[in-house]
């Protein structure tokens, strides 16, 4: 079977730094993908990671440690717009979630 | 492109009825996965198909859930009879190819009551 773990919530002020990390247990692992889902919203893409090491785009960022089966997601220079939930999952036939992870932004 | 289209957005029905919900995945795409988010459970996948064909049911919880996919453009799933315990976010989304790599998109959800 196929488990992921990540905090339940974390929260940060506007223009902090915050890394949300996720570790999984699987079997044909392809990737790790990062969801983020607003409230009353459907997921969305962020990013992707196939091989180890750190993906940029934009204010966010997303590693991947195969070896450690362990990935992160970095938000930076947090906006409020960014309160919302993010999920790891687990890329391969199908998409795997984690339970996700509730970001709270305070001004 | 109009992306993962479902309906109904919101339904509220009564213990025992029939609940149909329908999807319309983005043309071109080949993967539909039927998924069920509530607090307690997150993010479920409760299905998916290829080309049509369901390849893994395994997260249907039990007999009254049903899915199909007569064509490539149409899916529904289909509740008989509810139970208050169903209530819950049901998201469609499609994917060209598998996801190893390829972004699923999802539609809005279609949020069920079940009184």
């Known amino acids: 079977g196929q488990s992921l773990e990540q905090p339940s919530e974390v929260t940060a002020v506007e223009g902090a730094i915050v890394q949300i990390n996720c570790t999984y247990q699987?079997?044909?692992?392809?990737?790790l993908s990062w969801y983020q889902q607003h409230d009353g919203g459907a997921p969305t893409f962020l990013s992707y990671n196939a091989l180890d090491g750190l993906e940029e785009t934009g204010r966010f960022s997303s590693f991947l440690s195969r070896s450690d089966s362990y990935g992160y997601l970095l938000l930076q220079e947090l906006q409020m717009k960014d309160s919302a939930s993010y999920f790891c999952?687990?890329?391969?036939?199908?998409?795997?979630f984690g339970g996700g992870t509730r970001v709270l932004v305070k001004p | 492109d109009a992306g993962v289209i479902q309906s109904p957005r919101h339904e509220v029905t009564e213990m025992g009825q029939e609940v149909t919900l329908r999807c319309k995945p983005i043309s071109g795409h080949d993967y539909l996965f039927w998924y069920r988010q509530t607090m307690m459970r997150g993010l479920e996948l409760l299905i998916y198909?290829?080309?049509?064909?369901?390849?893994?049911d395994s997260g249907m919880p039990e007999d009254r859930f049903s899915a199909k996919m007569p064509n490539a453009s149409f899916s529904t799933l289909k509740i008989q009879p509810s139970e208050p315990r169903d209530s819950a976010v049901y998201f469609c989304?499609?994917?060209?190819?598998?996801?190893?790599?390829?972004?699923?998109?999802f539609g809005e959800g279609s949020w069920l009551t079940v009184v």
């Open positions: 198909f290829n080309n049509n064909v369901p390849i893994d």
């Open positions: 999952a687990v890329a391969g036939n199908k998409l795997t």
């Open positions: 699987t079997s044909g692992f392809y990737g």
């Open positions: 989304a499609s994917s060209y190819r598998d996801t190893g790599g390829n972004t699923i998109y």
